[in-house]
């Protein structure tokens, strides 16, 4: 078993700061993310589930699931690196049940600074190694930050968006804190491409949760990842699962398809058939055998499951799907059945030349996991070897350009 840690590790030193790359207008797109898997005290397989970004985009007018936002210009810069941008927080809560979004759907001007800023609140000795917040500049707290001795992130959050629903809670207030060496030691993915194109990604792949939301004490897990992305945006699948003896298993398959055409975000089109895959990648932290394993043959096969939307989707009974994954090499193989148990997305709409508008659909699904099969070294572990098990999936179609 993999031991505990007392702080994150790993190269944070790019945690707070944007434009290492000369940016692209219409193109760069800036955000920190973090998704949140939280207990349930009635034991749903996928446990609650919150996530929340802050982002920023260089375009002048984007459409976001029905909100027009403009940002204006792109992110200023002080003498000393703090960074004043114009920007988005943007947010979803499933409760174990039933999924509220947008939770958060905020525009705001928002400050970002490390722990070597003068407006940081206090000196310390380890500053300069990776702490540092992102501020929205709003009424209510929604500021999300890392100590400078990196034992700890702090996540507050503020919504009145369901204030009908009493179930829905108005105030969040998270502590998050390292988990094991594999899993909460930054890592870092980067590519170059045509034109100055391409993508910076920084992961934390888990880390422990505990905190408040309203008067309610929880806890749980969580993924964090930072991205930078100048590109135009193609179809993808993705999915990530924290097991309960520390390992963490993930999958990345973007793709080209029919999809790719779509221009709403209704699900199970027509031209839904098949894809070719522009590369494949998966991750497997093994706790208990304490090694890591990098997977480049990748399977991902999309089906109908039987559950559906809800009154409150987007688009009520429609089937939610499942995905069959498959991932090995000469020493490992993983292959698992997940399902979604509901659907958060957010539709982008973005001008392009001559008055076109490209569309682009993002979807995020809480998951149960049906099958699991992990062999390693000729031994092979299932659903039973773990407590819990718990993640998220995504699927896009169409294209922002």
């Known amino acids: 078993m993999t031991e505990e840690m007392t702080k994150f590790s790993g190269d944070l030193s790019k945690m707070w700061k944007l434009q290492e790359r000369q940016p692209l207008h219409h193109l760069t797109w800036d955000w920190w993310w973090w998704l949140l898997m939280l207990d349930d005290e009635d034991g749903n397989p996928s446990g609650k589930q919150l996530m929340v ?5 260089d375009n002048p007018k984007v459409m976001v699931s ?7 210009g792109r992110p200023g810069f002080d003498q000393h690196g703090g960074i004043s941008l114009d920007g988005m927080v943007c947010a979803w809560w499933f409760d174990g049940k039933r999924m509220y979004e947008p939770y958060i759907k905020k525009q705001c001007r928002m400050i970002v600074v490390d722990d070597t800023h003068p407006s940081w609140p206090q000196e310390s000795s380890h500053s300069g190694h990776g702490g540092g917040a992102v501020v929205p500049l709003t009424d209510e707290d929604m500021s999300m930050g890392l100590k400078s001795n990196l034992s700890e992130f702090w996540l507050n959050l503020h919504t009145n968006e369901f204030s009908a629903d009493a179930s829905v809670p108005r105030k969040m207030e998270f502590t998050i804190r390292p988990w094991n060496e594999a899993m909460s030691t930054a890592r870092h993915a980067t590519a170059t491409y ?12 888990g880390s422990r949760v505990s905190g408040k939301m309203d008067d309610e004490t929880i806890n749980g897990t969580a993924y964090f990842q930072k991205v930078c992305v100048q590109a135009p945006s193609v179809p993808w699948y993705w999915g990530m699962l924290h097991l309960s003896d520390g390992s963490y298993i993930d999958w990345f398959l973007p793709h080209l398809s029919l999809t790719i055409t779509s221009r709403d975000n209704q699900p199970w089109k027509m031209r839904d058939l098949g894809h070719m895959s522009l590369s494949e990648g998966g991750l497997f932290h093994d706790a208990t055998l304490g090694k890591s394993t990098a997977f480049n043959n990748v399977r991902v096969e999309k089906y109908a499951s039987n559950a559906s939307e809800g009154s409150h989707g987007a688009n009520p009974g429609a089937n939610l799907p499942g995905f069959k994954v498959e991932m090995w090499t000469t020493e490992a193989r993983i292959i698992l059945d997940v399902e979604a148990v509901d659907r958060a997305h957010w539709a982008f709409e973005q001008p392009t030349v001559g008055g076109i508008v490209s569309n682009f659909t993002y979807n995020e699904y809480p998951l149960k996991v049906v099958d699991l099969s992990i062999t390693t070294n000729g031994d092979t572990r299932t659903l039973d ?10 699927h896009s179609w169409g294209i922002l350009h």
């Open 385 to 394: 070897d773990f407590e819990w098990i718990r993640g998220n999936a995504e």
């Open 194 to 205: 045509a034109m100055d194109m391409g993508y910076d990604i920084l992961r934390l792949h």
């Open 53 to 57: 970004l802050w982002s920023t985009k």
């Open 66 to 72: 029905g909100t027009e936002w403009t940002p204006k």
